[in-house]
């Protein structure tokens, strides 16, 4: 008999969604950074409508699973960046 995994409390959920927005702020690319940051907006708003406890915690562990692929991209991407800054990020 499998036991059920306990839903994620709303302030673990709270805090792998600021955990992933951080991770994103990490990458160097304009729009990396920007997609990272919507996608991640996004899932969560695909994700508020969940009501059960075994889609929650599925969804849960998706997203700390993503947060860990988007850890591991940022040092990759780190590793590669360009010299030059986008235009996007030059502040007037």
């Known amino acids: 008999m499998a036991t059920a995994v306990p839903p994620p409390t709303r302030t673990e959920i709270i805090s792998l969604?600021?955990?992933l927005l951080r991770s994103a702020r990490e990458f160097s690319d304009y729009n990396i950074r920007e997609y990272t940051k919507r996608r991640t907006i996004d899932s969560f708003r695909d994700n508020?409508?969940?009501?059960d406890p075994s889609?929650?915690?599925a969804a849960f562990t998706d997203g700390k699973s993503q947060l860990q692929v988007a850890?591991?991209?940022a040092v990759?991407?780190?590793?590669?960046?360009?010299?030059?800054?986008?235009?996007m990020?030059?502040?007037p």
């Open 71 to 73: 850890k591991r991209q």
């Open 55 to 57: 889609s929650i915690a």
């Open 89 to 91: 990020d030059i502040k």
């Open 48 to 51: 508020k409508t969940l009501s």
């Open 76 to 87: 990759v991407y780190s590793l590669y960046a360009p010299k030059v800054k986008s235009i």
């Open 17 to 19: 969604f600021r955990s």
